[in-house]
């Protein structure tokens, strides 16, 4: 969505109506194991009925239609979403689903559905910056991005500390313009971590406070949504997420902090000019960022609670916004909701993960290092 398109009016709006909530569609899933013989046949006579075939990972095929979505596995599991999932099984399948079930019926959430993505990658919209993590960092598997306005040398000077001055700093933060970077993720076993940053101009930090930009964290998961998109097509942002598969393959036990700093690194970088105030939500000890972007000619400032910044609040949105999708979106793949956090509901969403894909199939849908990964009983390799 073009700047020009768009207004803080627009944002308002969103933050008004991010209460509201869609009436939820009692949906079930169900499972059923058959022979990978059968997929041929059952693809080509769904294929001459009323059913959209659509593209998901480690699957056979799968299909939306008749107010289901069924998704044949590469594992011979038939996974089957909706209102009424038996009648698509009765229908299609008759009594070999009776004979073969692996899985009961369970609740699945009506999260909202993403429509473009690429492994490793957030689609970049016409304002924004969107990569997965540079090679510098040591994390990079593809990359999109579309032009942010940005400019910083490459041999600039050392990124200024604003630190010790970060009253004087505050109080001017509405006559000059700013970044600010925050993350989501980094707790959560499932989904990526994500990584978002949005340079403000002076004096649209108060507009933002007056249309009801604030801290991700106070806001509910659909006002984020709403308001997530509305800043993204009003403010020059970039967005660095990194999935499952490839922050499973980089991880370091006791590197995290390394790791997320890369990633804020990378998204300030994209949105820096030089001599700009930059406002990092301080997740870690403060030499860590200064090194990280001392490339850049910046004036950085880093600080607990930063979200009390318009601009900090609106990069906690965008990655939170972010972060919430790209968990729908493999939710919906995996056919299992998967919960944010890493509490009980995340252990029970794990255990239906694990008993349709398999164990090993967690490296990518999950933080394989977390403690959730250990808790998980059952579970054969394919």
């Known amino acids: 969505m073009p700047v020009s398109n768009v207004s803080l009016t627009d944002v308002t709006v969103a933050a008004r109506n991010g209460a509201c909530q869609n009436p939820r569609v009692s949906q079930r899933t169900l499972v059923v194991q058959l022979p990978r013989s059968r997929a041929p046949e059952l ?165 933002l406070r007056a249309a009801g930009v604030r801290d991700s964290k106070t806001l509910t998961d659909d006002q984020c949504r709403k308001l997530g998109a509305a800043l993204r097509g009003t403010f020059p942002h970039a967005v660095v997420r990194l999935d499952p598969p490839r922050y499973n393959q980089i991880y370091v036990q006791g590197k995290l902090n390394d790791l997320l700093g890369s990633l804020h690194a990378e998204a300030i970088a994209q949105l820096a000019r030089p001599g700009i105030h930059v406002l990092v939500d301080q997740f870690a000890n403060a030499k860590l960022m200064q090194a990280k972007l001392k490339h850049l000619d910046i004036r950085l400032e880093q600080r607990t609670r930063a979200e009390s910044n318009a601009a900090v609040a609106a990069a906690s949105i965008i990655a939170r916004e972010q972060f919430l999708s790209a968990l729908a979106e493999l939710s919906e793949e995996a056919a299992v909701d998967l919960h944010k956090g890493a509490g009980s509901p995340v252990d029970a969403a794990a255990e239906r993960y694990v008993a349709i894909h398999g164990r090993e199939g967690l490296v990518k849908v999950a933080k394989l290092h977390f403690k959730n990964t250990q808790k998980i009983r059952g579970g054969r390799a394919r």
């Open 43 to 207: 693809k080509q006579r769904l294929s001459q009925a009323d059913f959209d075939f659509r593209p998901v990972p480690y699957a056979l095929f799968s299909v939306k239609g008749e107010g289901v979505v069924a998704t044949f596995y590469e594992s011979g599991k038939l996974v089957v979403q909706g209102a009424n999932p038996e009648l698509f099984l009765e229908h299609w399948i008759g009594g070999e689903a009776s004979d073969s079930p692996v899985g009961a019926a369970v609740p699945k959430s009506d999260a909202p559905k993403r429509t473009t993505r690429s492994a490793g990658t957030v689609a970049a919209s016409s304002t924004s910056s969107t990569s997965s993590t540079s090679a510098s960092a040591s994390t990079s598997t593809s990359s999109t991005s579309t032009s942010t306005s940005t400019s910083h040398a490459a041999a600039a000077p050392r990124a200024r500390s604003a630190g010790a001055d970060a009253g004087s700093t505050r109080a001017s933060a509405a006559d000059e313009a700013i970044i600010g970077s925050d993350e989501c993720g980094k707790g959560d076993y499932f989904g990526p971590l994500v990584v978002a940053a949005v340079r403000l101009e002076p004096g649209q930090a108060e507009k």
